[in-house]
């Protein structure tokens, strides 16, 4: 499967396949720093992020990391470590009602958790995936196996990875899928001692999601360019002759065989076409 420019042009293709698989490696890198503890970081490489605005005019905004939430409100930065099961009730003051009143916090908490070892994964997965970009490059070392492992494992980390950010999003920002790529609005109404009347909530997602959104439909790109690439026809035959050894399977990918019954001049210099060059020279 693949079409005959993709053939004569495999070299320029796979290598932009690689160039575009290593940005989008940069790009999960960079959503990996959601995964610290530092407060600071976490406001520029949130995953989701709120402003909620409250009857008596407080404001306070939210960041969402992968192990921890930072709430802001005034000049006041407080850090939650998501590991502690009892941080959706940790508030300052009269804003505690903000956590269970209408934010899922504990199935926000529990989903950034779970998100850190897909993210890892996601990081680990595309190395392989830049290796086997760069494998295809040439006929001799193009292979069956890299041609469907890259179009299988692109197109499943795509699928996986966006319906992850979508469970994400839901439990974080309570999007819908209509909206899923807009602010979220939502005015609400709370009555408590000390705090009662409209409560304006505008959530979105952040940085470190647009990161790996961006990496993963990247992926497209790469799967795309497997589909373009063939193997070449004398690796697409099967296997009959005995003892092939893998050089000489390999050599099926730049039009050579096996050396010593086909010719194998563009790896043997000086080899003459049908002489067996697993045979000492016997001239002397």
């Not at 502690?84 to 903000?98: F, K, M, P, W």
Request: some cysteine; glycine content about 8%; aromatic content about 8%.
């Amino acid at each position: 499967m693949g079409l005959a420019f993709g053939d004569r042009n495999r070299g320029p293709i796979m290598f932009s396949a690689f160039v575009v698989s290593f940005v989008a490696w940069i790009l999960i890198f960079a959503a990996l720093f959601s995964t610290s503890r530092d407060a600071s970081i976490i406001q520029g490489v949130c995953w989701a992020t709120s402003e909620t605005t409250f009857p008596n005019g407080t404001v306070m905004h939210s960041y969402i990391g992968i192990k921890e939430r930072v709430d802001v409100v005034e000049s006041s930065i407080t850090s939650y470590s998501w590991d502690d099961e009892h941080s959706c009730d940790q508030r300052s003051g009269q804003l505690a009602v903000y956590s269970k009143d209408y934010w899922s916090c504990e199935e926000c908490r529990q989903t950034a958790q779970a998100a850190e070892l897909w993210l890892i994964t996601a990081a680990i997965t595309q190395v392989f995936q830049m290796t086997t970009d760069l494998q295809r490059t040439t006929r001799y070392g193009d292979l069956n196996c890299q041609k469907g492992m890259g179009m299988i494992t692109g197109v499943w980390g795509t699928y996986s990875t966006l319906k992850s950010l979508r469970v994400f999003m839901e439990a974080c920002t309570q999007r819908s899928v209509e909206d899923y790529m807009q602010t979220r609005v939502r005015h609400l109404h709370i009555n408590r001692t000390g705090l009662s009347g409209p409560v304006v909530v505008e959530s979105k997602g952040g940085p470190g999601m647009v990161l790996l959104l961006l990496a993963t439909i990247l992926k497209l790109y790469d799967v795309l360019c497997h589909v373009i690439v063939p193997t070449p026809a004398a690796k697409q035959e099967p296997v009959t002759e005995e003892e092939l050894c893998l050089v000489d399977y390999m050599a099926r990918n730049s039009d050579a065989a096996r050396c010593g019954r086909i010719e194998l001049e563009e790896l043997v210099v000086g080899s003459a076409p049908g002489e067996d060059c697993g045979q000492p020279d016997q001239s002397n």
